[in-house]
């Protein structure tokens, strides 16, 4: 059990909706990280969030936004839905600095239709 | 950008024996790399990791050997036993932001 706990497990939606996943970061970790997990892939970096600021973020559009709250839980939004969003959205949080170590949540499974 | 690949998708082996899966690394400045199992409808787990300054690190059954020459990671697992059945993602960071380029992944399947 890492601690990491994600919110939905599973959802659909249709393509030009919009839809919000959230996140709670293990224990005194303060950083989050977002990766978006296609079938049969290995996740991608979508973006990182440290002191409730972006710091780094990946090959993703604009309409992939997120927030960090002072707790250190994050949300993931995503505007515009593309059949391609569909995927495995994972949260995982870390210390920024130290071992580097992420601890992944179970995921957010997106559906888009 | 960073390309993290695995050569072998799928790797099948009988429990008991050892199991080596292999990754390669386009990155040379990369510092650190993490070997994640990942089982069905669950979230990747920490398994071992290593800094560019090592070349070898073992941990309860698993080795990780890094080859900086050839920017080449392997995962090695002893005694390889059902519970181990799963898919194994090699994964490296280039950068300061604890940013990780993971690979594609090797499904490991154990056969009793």
């Known amino acids: 059990e890492t601690g990491v706990t994600q919110s939905p497990t599973h959802l659909i939606k249709t393509r030009g909706q919009q839809v919000t996943l959230r996140c709670s970061s293990q224990?005194?970790?303060?950083?989050v990280s977002w990766y978006q997990q296609a079938l049969g892939q290995g996740p991608q970096f979508i973006f990182q969030?440290?002191?409730?600021?972006?710091?780094g973020r990946g090959n993703f559009p604009p309409r992939f936004s997120g927030l960090q709250f002072p707790n250190y839980s994050s949300e993931l939004n995503v505007n515009a839905l593309e059949l391609d969003d569909s995927a495995l959205y994972l949260c995982?949080?870390?210390?920024?600095?130290?071992?580097?170590?992420?601890?992944f949540g179970e995921g957010s499974r997106l559906t888009v239709l | 950008g960073e390309s993290v690949g695995l050569h072998l998708p799928t790797l099948s082996v009988q429990e008991g024996d050892n199991s080596i899966i292999n990754c390669a690394y386009s990155?040379?400045?990369?510092?650190?790399f993490i070997w994640y199992k990942q089982e069905s409808g669950k979230g990747p787990q920490f398994i071992i990791d290593?800094?560019?300054?090592?070349d070898k690190r073992q941990g309860q059954r698993v080795t990780v050997l890094l080859n900086k020459t050839v920017k080449h990671l392997s995962l090695q697992i002893a005694a390889t036993q059902p519970g181990d059945s799963a898919v194994y993602f090699c994964?490296?960071?280039?950068?300061?932001?604890?940013?990780?380029?993971f690979g594609s992944g090797t499904k490991l399947n154990v056969k009793p």
């Open positions: 995982a949080s870390s210390f920024p600095t130290g071992t580097g170590e992420l601890f």
């Open positions: 224990s005194g970790h303060n950083t």
């Open positions: 969030y440290y002191r409730e600021e972006e710091n």
């Open positions: 990155n040379s400045a990369s510092d650190y």
């Open positions: 290593i800094r560019s300054n090592m």
């Open positions: 994964a490296e960071r280039a950068d300061n932001f604890n940013k990780f380029y």
